[in-house]
């Protein structure tokens, strides 16, 4: 019986090495499929049989070890090597690949299947699916707003192709820039009288600029808070003392009419007589009620023979010039508008702001303009708007827009910022723009994207962006216990613990690249290695069943 037992243990062995070839040829066989894991085989012994059994050593003698016959092999574990593989770059964004040990779930007439495999495609229902059997991608869809909502209920991965964006009308405008600190003031700071007053006798009394009382030179100024104003001036020569001219002026509102309380004047010119040079000093022109206060300045005034001829020249001929923005606003019905914002620079750190739209678009609220104070070091102190103190924090303007398309009035908020983060008064040029604004107009679904943490993100018509759904993961604790069932998909089993589902790239340490597929991650090298030793291995327990039968015949001729 010893020589049967020689021969079982040969068959063992061709029997397991014939299953390690089926291993490498399985593993050989999907070094193209994607997502694949590869196997292994390994062997144990079989049951051995006792010849001797061994002995405690005594005082006298030593002990003896057993003597065993082992009756061949068997094989000891399958498993699969969860190893990473390779990315394949496609371009595709439904290809999948997972980064991780996480797999993808999948659903199939109510049952729940994993995969490695991330080649999807959206169906006619825009569910998105393994093409091979129809199998439904899980994960979570999101609300209206874009909000992928808490916890782990699986849904079935559906995206809307023909989903649109209703309108989004505005109701916030960020603004950030720089308002340059040396910036010309709209404020009228000096009114320079230059040129030449005619040095004549006459019979009668002259006049500039026109030969009438009611004959006056007309200049724009403006007040502490740049409000526009009118400058009258006008000459007149004292028949009585030739060379001897006097200044009159008076103030009056933008239209050119008489203020409230009138701003009238006169100053009498005097002149050097050798040079014709005004000697006159400056004066200050003040009026608390009309925050007007600007210095007049006749040392460019001469008297000579010369023809009369005097220009108003305010603050030095210098002209401030309004920082301007704008952006793009919504209304309820989608329709875009134009908002300008336009600053001014009043004073030192002061700046009054004002917005607008064009009257073709509709109206804004009569408090749609104000002043910025800001601090020594450039930053926003306080807010105006209308006269009034903006109180809210940080201070946040808001104007009313009623557009003139029927849309439905919006309030806007018109945020400048706080600190750095905003608008800032530097030595910088001024340059003012649109942070950002919250409105959009309705839109169509053009594109889908896929980040890193599974999210797919609608890309619409307009440019915005929403997420629509969340492909979800699932972890197990024994991966080598999962079943497959084919089509690239496994199923749990026994030892394989419940599923732990996740969102990539947050609980779980997986994450997805959209646009690539993970490559089989067999290593041909490996498997041809191991071919030629299951090779071996067959031929030598194949060597061993003949060299056995030998023996056999051998012992049956015996008896002739």
């Known amino acids: 019986m010893a020589l049967l037992n020689s021969l079982f243990a040969g068959v063992s062995g ?26 292994r085989i390994t062997f144990s012994d079989t049951f051995n049989q006792f010849i001797k059994s061994g002995t ?119 603004w950030g820039g ?28 002259l006049l500039y600029p026109g030969p009438l009382a009611t004959d006056w030179s007309i200049s724009k100024i403006y007040n502490k808070d740049g409000t526009e104003y009118q400058l009258w001036s006008r000459f007149q020569e004292d028949t009585s003392n030739p060379g001897k001219w006097t200044y009159y002026y008076e103030v009056r509102d933008k239209n050119g009419s008489a203020l409230p309380t009138p701003i009238t004047g006169n100053k009498p010119l005097d002149f050097d007589p050798v040079t014709g040079a005004c000697i006159t000093d400056q004066f200050q022109i003040t009026d608390a009620t009309e925050k007007i206060d600007y210095k007049l300045n006749f040392s460019s005034l001469s008297n000579l023979q010369a023809d009369s001829n005097v220009v108003v020249r305010v603050d030095k001929g210098e002209v401030p010039e309004p920082v301007l923005g704008a952006v793009t606003i919504f209304d309820s019905l989608g329709n875009p508008h134009t908002l300008s914002v336009k600053f001014d620079h009043v004073d030192s750190n002061r700046w009054s702001w004002s917005v607008s739209v064009p009257s073709s678009s509709g109206t804004l609220s009569s408090n749609s303009s104000g002043e910025i104070y800001f601090d020594p070091n450039g930053q926003i102190q306080s807010i105006w708007q209308a006269g009034n103190q903006v109180t809210s924090s940080p201070p946040i303007p808001q104007v009313t827009f009623t557009p003139a398309s029927g849309a439905e009035a919006q309030i806007i908020d018109l945020n400048f910022g706080t600190g750095t983060a905003g608008v800032t008064q ?98 041909l090298s490996e498997e041809f290695t191991k071919m030629i030793i299951s090779q071996r291995g067959f031929q030598a327990n194949a060597r061993v069943i003949t060299t056995a039968d030998n023996l056999l015949q051998e012992i049956t001729n015996l008896i002739r």
């Open 178 to 205: 720089n308002l340059q600190s040396s910036s010309t003031t709209i404020r009228t700071d000096i009114v320079e009288l230059v040129g030449n007053l005619k040095l004549e006798a006459p019979g009668t009394g």
């Open 56 to 174: 405690n050593p005594t005082s006298t003698t030593g002990g003896t070890n057993s003597f065993q016959i082992g009756l061949g092999m068997k094989i000891n574990s399958i498993d699969r090597n969860w190893n990473q593989g390779t990315f394949e770059r496609t371009g595709i964004t439904t290809d999948l690949a997972l980064q991780g040990p996480g797999l993808f779930i999948l659903k199939s007439n109510g049952q729940q299947f994993y995969s490695r495999a991330g080649a999807f495609i959206f169906d006619a229902d825009g569910k998105l699916v393994n093409p091979q059997n129809g199998a439904v991608v899980q994960g979570k869809i999101a609300n209206g707003l874009g909000e992928i909502p808490a916890g782990t209920t699986l849904q079935d991965v559906v995206i809307d192709k023909n989903l649109r964006l209703p309108a989004v009308k505005t109701t916030n405008v960020s």
């Open 14 to 39: 061709l029997r397991n090495h014939q299953s390690m070839m089926d291993v490498i040829g399985n593993n050989i066989s999907n070094v193209n499929t994607i997502g694949f894991k590869g196997s």
């Open 426 to 523: 530097t030595n910088l040029a001024s340059q003012i723009a649109a942070l950002s604004q919250n409105g959009s107009a309705s839109a169509a679904l053009s594109n889908l994207n896929i980040d890193q943490y599974g999210n797919i993100i609608g890309i619409f018509s307009n440019g915005n962006s929403r997420k629509l759904a969340q492909i979800m993961v699932a972890t197990f604790n024994n991966l080598n216990a999962l079943v497959s069932v084919g089509d690239n998909m496994y199923n749990v089993a026994a030892n394989s613990g419940d599923p732990r589902i996740d969102t990539p790239g947050e609980n779980s340490a997986t994450t997805i690249q959209s646009g690539a597929l993970e490559q089989s991650n067999v290593d």
